[in-house]
């Protein structure tokens, strides 16, 4: 990018999310901020923007008198960061309007600073009524097709699921057990004035008051620690690996799991397969910083003619590719790029992945099924019919004090006991068959 303005880059972000569909974690790194202020500055304008998206929608409907044309939607863009600085940052307000009327000279549109000007300081004039009114058409603040899904699925809880979804998640903890106690941390993070818990649902899990540059947590580089949801925290428990076994992770990247398999127990064989080569490169990154080994493999992990070596395994982990439903506290962007059809879709390949997984498994192993999605099509529905399917499948139950058991699996609700939305199923394969 040519300037270095935090509003200029914030608002390429959001125009490069909303009218081009990519996500907010891509276009963040591709942006390549060196200032943490700057990136600090830049992540909350994105995060909030699309966290508060449809509140702002409602306000641009309000405030603007015709949409602008498509070749000018980075000024909508530029908007969208003007008053989210105006409703949801300490910025003072004259501050905010000059800093995003500024950024018109960067776009190369300075003619456009009348109109920009005009329609912050028209918000402003009127703000406590356009603002209720936006809160009000905007009440639940997810798509649509999302909301109908999710109160079909949970029709006791989705209004509270819609009201964690559009909150911000606390930065949690994995505590590298192999290196410290969970109590022997956190008195190292209190020594550095760092605020922080166990979280009782987990044994693994550490929950921060507010969140923190991840170099200064002390021995992060050397994998004391690794940042990850209490959710996601359960998969290696249940994996219950032992020491000595060979583990499939199929769909690996970025290797959050993968660390904690390895550090689970000694001496295990892990292959960590995902079709992604760039993802895979941060799986290498972070097994490095815990000092851990797995064998890396970039490839469609269904097509296992061309990666498999013959020899079957004890465990399988499937962290299968779905909705991220359940994660949009942390990828609001989710609200925008994903779309009603695209469920059936992910239901389809995580079928045809786990059928084509079942074979590589070992009489007596087991094969962990997981989503962070809220939807049952993804979870408890694929569980059932895969059961249905294949006679040498048993669903193991999943004694557990967190989330809820369903018929098939246990669903983590969206920011129940402040975790992500998260479905796991246990499978074992009937000795014999
Ligand atoms: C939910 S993410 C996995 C998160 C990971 N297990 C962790 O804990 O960090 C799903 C991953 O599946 C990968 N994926 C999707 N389809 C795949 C396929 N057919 N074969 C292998 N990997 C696939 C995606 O690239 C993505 O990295």
Known sequence: ????????????????????????????????????????????LCFGNLRHFETINALLEQLLVKPLKQKDKDLECLIRIGLYQLIYQRTPDHAAVNETVAVTKKLKKKWSRALINGILRGFLRDKEKLLTHAKKVSIHALPIWLIKRIKKAWPDDWKQIAANSNKKAPMSL?????????????????????????????????QLVKPVNVYDLPAFDKGAVSVQDTAAQFAAQLL????GMRILDACAAPGGKTGHI????????????????????????NLRRLNQTAKLISADVADTKAWWDGQLFDRILLDAPCSATGVIRRHPDIKLLRKDSDIAVLQKLQAHILKSLWPLLKSGGKLLYATCSILPDENEKQIEAFINQHNDAKLCMIEANWGRACQYGRQILSGQDDMDGFYYALLEKEIGN
Request: charged share 25%.
């Open 262 to 285: 390895l550090e689970s127990a000694k001496q295990l064989t892990v292959t960590a397969v995902d079709n992604k080569e760039s993802r895979l490169k941060r799986v290498d990154e």
């Open 1 to 44: 990018m040519l300037t270095s303005d935090p509003r200029f880059i914030a608002t390429k972000c959001l125009q490069r999310v909303i009218y081009h569909g990519d996500s907010l974690s891509d276009v963040l790194q591709d942006s390549n901020v060196q200032s943490s202020e700057d990136k600090a500055l830049i992540q909350d």
């Open 240 to 243: 219950n690996c032992q020491a």
């Open 174 to 206: 994995r505590v590298n057990l192999s290196q410290n106690t969970r109590e022997a941390y956190l008195k190292q993070l209190a020594e550095l004035d760092i605020q922080a818990e166990c979280v009782p649902l987990s044994q693994t899990a550490i």
